[in-house]
């Protein structure tokens, strides 16, 4: 018989497997355990000439597609099996599917990532786009499913990683299991007595197969039983097997790997610690300083087989890391037949109530309580009101104000839009932000990513505006988040007014707002202009930010952008002040009208400028405009009270 072609393989591959799913009568979920005559679960390897399919380890009575669903891929051993011990307690949160890959399979890395990857796309896009999608990867499964998750950045949207083998190149079992293979048969029986304590914890899968905690004479008796089952990982990996499975492997590590730190799906890294086989604490990690959205969950006393143990309940990890959600939360009201799963481009998931709590961890939890901010907004008849309530529901928004000094007000107020608003301010970032810093490093691209922000272009504004998202814009840019002596509270917009005919195309209303107190935390004491000066300094500050891309044109802007950061010395902070304009409707504009776009541009600039007026003037009469009377008011109430302002 002649070979197939790649492409005929590969139809064949996708033809059998969707004859072998769960829906059509794949292999069900049978409890761990050996048939009597045999070292291992021969039904389990589903040696048929098949290629990889799709099982469902438990059934749970519920219509479906209300649970989010949950892909495990497996790790060398293939069978899916390692998530049954866990089918239990995951089956009433998630609908549960799982990868086997026959032990004669020859599938390569690509392959089992195809398969992946149009199983993802399929269920996902099948799906209404709130229903989240997890990928559980088990140790050499983590490999694949980083790979199938920078492929469907859209379609995938969270990833738990077990014991991930993505350390195995750094590791001496990636040489010495290129061995094994070469042994003499005789030698080759004989491994599994040395290896089975390296791959688990032979008491916890004691327990785990006996259902019960043992007593220390039952846990000798399972012990020499265990002994005895030793001989199945032979059973389970003959020696051409392993070989195949090991060039698998290193073949997806080196695939992966470059792609770790472009994965923009929230990861929970669940890492044993006495993982014996792998590096598991050390890698998780390396991977959380790579990614940043990532967190890693330490399991005591657990080995690298911990998903078979007794005392490791997956879903109760998965809770405790706050890392489950039943249903998205989307930034965009708008639909898109066209796009991924039926949304907009730029549509991203809502922050979680746990991903705030982690961010307002670090500074901006102490810069709040330091500045306790004031918020201001007016409504349409032009009446200044506490709180946001004067900001519209109507979408699309566009927020226009200026940067103060090194932009640290920023984060309050995206974080208070959240917690009063429920909205999530997309914001405009300068590419620089987005710039890798060096190859263990992530930047801080994802974490501006996981709070909606985008690299600031005409394009991303005209598409975040369609899908009426509400959007934050500093004109100013780094000019004015870098500003020099004298220079607080102005404004350095560009003279384009192309936002504005922007918003017109897009019927959006654009709130002005202004920020006061940011531009006073700092003293400057040498302006950029001063630093880049400097002997020695100065040219090796041009060196370092020379290749830093730009966000505008030179001829959109009034000057170049000057990377080069003040010299400033700390001040005894003041109160934070934001002032939301009266909202201004470009429904009625028309936008190639550029005489009436440049008025609206010049009309937003003067409210800025007078709202800067009004704070300054208003902030003479807070009582509580020093940090000391502050910190005597809130800091009783451990800051959850805050300290009265000047009257409206």
């Known amino acids: 018989m002649a070979a197939k072609s790649g492409g005929d393989a590969k139809a064949e591959m996708a033809r059998r497997t969707s004859n072998r799913s769960r829906r059509d009568g794949g292999p069900g979920w049978k409890p761990m355990g050996t048939r009597k005559g045999s070292m291992v679960p021969r039904d389990y390897l589903c040696n048929d000439g098949g290629p990889p399919r799709w099982f469902c380890p438990l059934v749970k009575k519920r219509e479906e597609k209300t649970r989010p669903l949950m892909l495990f891929l497996p790790g060398l051993d293939g069978t899916g099996q390692m998530i049954a011990p866990q089918a239990e307690n995951l089956a009433d949160q998630f609908e549960v599917w799982a990868m086997a890959v026959p032990q004669d399979s020859k599938a390569n890395f690509q ?7 149009d199983t993802v796309r399929k269920e996902a896009e099948g799906s209404p786009p709130e229903r989240p999608v997890y990928l559980v990867g088990d140790s050499f499964g983590a490999v694949v499913a980083i790979e199938v998750a920078y492929r469907l950045p859209k379609h995938v949207q969270r990833l738990v990683l077990v014991n991930p083998a993505t350390s195995a190149s750094r590791t001496p079992w990636t040489q010495w299991g290129g061995l094994f293979p070469l042994l003499p048969s005789e030698v080759y029986e004989a491994l599994p007595y040395a290896i089975a304590p390296v791959l688990a914890n032979p008491l916890r899968v004691a327990e785990t197969l006996s259902g019960e905690t043992l007593s220390p004479f039952d846990a000798a008796n399972a012990l020499v039983e265990m002994l005895a089952l030793a001989p199945a990982l032979t059973e389970l990996f003959p020696q051409d097997v392993l070989k195949h499975r090991l060039q698998v492997l290193n ?6 790997e470059p792609h770790i730190r472009e994965l923009k799906q929230r990861v929970l890294v ?10 598991s604490v050390e890698e998780g990690e390396r ?15 657990a080995s690298h087989a911990l998903l078979a143990e007794k005392r490791v309940n997956l879903m109760r990890i998965i809770e405790k890391a706050s890392f489950y959600i039943e249903q998205r939360g989307l930034t965009s009201p708008s639909r898109d037949p066209k796009g991924p799963r039926g949304l907009k481009q730029l549509t991203v998931d809502m922050p979680t109530e746990a991903e705030r709590r982690q961010a307002l961890e670090g500074g901006v939890d102490n810069l709040r309580r330091l500045t306790s901010p004031i918020y201001l907004s007016t409504t349409p008849e032009g009446n200044v009101v506490k709180g946001l309530r004067g900001i519209p529901d109507k979408r699309p928004l566009l927020f226009v104000g200026n940067h103060t000094l090194w932009a640290l007000d920023m984060g309050m107020m995206i974080e208070h839009f959240l917690s009063e608003r429920k909205m999530l301010l997309r914001g405009l970032a300068h590419p620089a932000l987005f710039a890798q810093s060096g190859p263990e490093s992530g930047g801080v691209s994802n974490v501006f990513s996981q709070f909606g922000a985008v690299q600031v272009s005409g394009r991303n504004l005209h598409r975040l505006l369609e899908a009426e998202e509400a959007v934050l814009l500093f004109p100013g840019g780094v000019r004015e988040a870098l500003k020099g002596r004298g220079e607080e509270y102005k404004l350095f917009w560009p003279q384009n007014a192309e936002f504005v005919r922007m918003a017109a195309k897009f019927d959006a209303t654009i709130i002005p707002f202004a920020a006061v107190g940011g531009d006073e935390i700092f003293e400057i004491l040498l302006d950029s202009k001063d630093v880049l000066n400097l002997p020695i300094i100065g040219d090796s500050l041009r060196e370092r930010i020379k290749n830093l891309p730009n966000a505008r ?17 700390p001040r005894v902070p003041p109160r ?13 504009v028309d936008p190639n009208d550029k005489g009436a776009c440049d008025r609206i541009y010049m009309n937003i600039q003067t409210e800025i400028y007078r709202s800067f007026d009004y704070l300054l003037s208003k902030r003479k009469t807070d009582p509580y405009a020093d940090l000391a009377p502050r910190l005597v008011y809130e800091a009783p109430s451990q800051f959850k009270q805050q300290a009265p302002t000047f009257s409206l």
């Not at 392959?111 to 990857?117: F, H, S, T």
Request: charged share 30%.
């Open 576 to 588: 934070f002040y934001f002032l939301y304009g009266k909202p201004v409707d470009m429904s009625d």
């Open 251 to 256: 073949e997806g590590v080196e695939m992966a």
């Open 270 to 279: 669940v890492a044993a610690d006495e993982d014996r086989l792998l590096p």
């Open 287 to 301: 991977l959380r300083r790579k990614l940043r959205t990532a967190r890693v969950e330490k399991v005591q006393g």
């Open 111 to 117: 392959e089992l990532v195809d398969m992946a990857v």
């Open 553 to 569: 044109s030179a001829a959109m802007s009034r000057q170049e952008e000057n990377f080069a950061s003040p010299l400033i010395a």
